[in-house]
């Protein structure tokens, strides 16, 4: 336990003196400058459990060189550090106050935290745009220490990683659906960049645009457009009308315009971006088979089937070349044409299709994500069009129940899910 470390200075520490300060001080003194240095970038953590091998990326872009676990080991043993498990250590929060204030004193104090922080952007930069189970697992305990990095340490961010922190802790959540955690780190990149650049740097516009895409996530439709608008100006006027940016920006357009059924304003739109994309990055990419993606889905919408079949058949094949078989952008793209058949009353080749989304999501998600409950609910809908009400009850059930929960009672997919339901029992009533 960390209290036991407190209780173990507290016997160090003579009579008449202050206790665990006095202690500490003992402690420190006797250290050796290598451990002293070690144990004050230990200090910069968060109160959380820290996986060494952050600790050594801290270290080495703090161009410290010396024997990590010797020092680490001598820490242990000074009641300086805790070891939790295997390489996951934690300062207690007495001790960490104490060795700030060491730090505060140490010439080398500026580089610590700039090497910090550049360990800390070094995993932000490696957390998926659409982080699965598997990803969660692994990024979890750097979580509170890249967040330390985003709230206290902004000043030693250099311009190029001020967002890093931001967009990473942003796509961390929201990959689990929790969007209203995500919220805070959206709207803190936006301030803090605008606070930085003004509205002279192409990170202002990327806080504007991640913002819209979360506030699209939250059914806030009606913050979405100008937030979209905004980043598009400011994406041509800092980088040209021709450039990845741009394109995905007018997608992400195109796509709120899709969601509120403007389609004669989604259509060029999405063909705009999609064109761009292959000029900028040839015929076999992962945003082509996006484009191809959500420009079915438009013609979808409008009922245009056979136009959207073969594209999303296109965006399929092109997404499973590109990621294999097993990948969430695959069960999206099995989702929507199994919508489509749906739609065409072609129900056997629908379900299996749906089933395996469904499964996939699962897999990749876990059981009560949101987009699970979107895949219910789709199933759900099949069965329902096919007179199979008992199995879409239970179907809409579940996706229900994960809405409330992981949505919020007022979500437009709550709302929806909820509908769906009432609609189906009343249908059956005699």
């Not at 089937?305 to 097993?326: C, F, H, N, T, V």
Request: proline share 3%.
């Amino acid at each position: 336990m960390l209290a036991d470390i407190l209780a173990q200075l507290e016997k160090q520490a003579s009579a008449g003196e202050s206790g665990v300060a006095a202690a500490f001080e003992l402690n420190w003194q006797s250290l050796e400058p290598e451990a002293q240095k070690l144990a004050c970038l230990l200090s910069l953590f968060a109160l959380a459990p820290i996986p060494w091998s952050l600790v050594e990326s801290a270290a080495s872009y703090s161009h410290l060189e010396f024997d990590f676990k010797a020092n680490r080991t001598i820490l242990v043993e000074r009641y300086l550090l805790q070891e939790l498990a295997e390489d996951t250590y934690q300062v207690h929060e007495r001790i960490r106050e104490l060795l700030q204030q060491k730090l505060k004193d140490l010439a080398e104090a500026d580089e610590f935290k700039r090497g910090f922080c550049q360990a800390m952007v070094a995993v932000a930069r490696n957390i998926p745009q659409t982080p699965i189970l598997i990803d969660i697992a692994q990024l979890t305990l750097a979580i509170p220490h890249i967040e330390e990095t985003a709230t206290v340490y902004q000043t030693w961010l250099s311009d190029e990683n001020l967002i890093s922190p931001f967009v990473g802790l942003g796509r961390f959540y929201e990959g689990q659906g929790a969007y209203e955690q995500a919220l805070p780190w959206r709207e803190q990149s936006l301030s803090v960049t605008k606070k930085r650049f003004a509205e002279s740097h192409p990170d202002v516009a990327t806080s504007l645009n991640d913002l819209a895409l979360l506030y699209n996530d939250l059914g806030w439709y009606s913050e979405v457009e100008p937030l979209y608008i905004q980043a598009l100006e400011m994406y041509k006027r800092l980088l040209g009308d021709e450039h990845l940016y741009v394109a995905s920006t007018l997608n992400n357009l195109a796509g709120l315009y899709n969601d509120l059924g403007i389609y004669n304003k989604a259509e060029p739109l999405y063909i705009q971006a999609f064109e761009m994309y292959k000029r900028l990055l040839g015929d076999e990419h992962l945003y082509v088979a996006n484009s191809l993606n959500n420009l079915a889905g438009l013609y979808d919408s409008q009922r245009r089937y056979s136009e959207a079949e073969p594209l999303y058949i296109q965006a399929l094949e092109m997404y499973k070349r590109l990621l294999g078989d097993e990948h969430l952008y695959v069960a999206n793209s099995l989702n929507n044409l199994a919508g489509l058949y749906n739609s065409q009353r072609r129900y056997s080749e629908a379900e299996p299709l749906c089933i395996q989304a469904l499964e996939m999501k699962k897999r990749l998600l876990g059981n009560e994500h949101p987009s699970v409950a979107n895949s219910l609910n789709n199933l759900a809908e099949l069965y329902r069009s096919q007179g199979r009400y008992s199995d879409a009850e239970a179907l809409y059930i579940q996706a229900l129940a994960i809405a409330e929960q992981r949505l919020g009672a007022n979500h437009t997919r709550t709302i929806t899910y909820r509908k769906n339901l009432k609609e189906l029992r009343r249908n059956r009533q005699p």
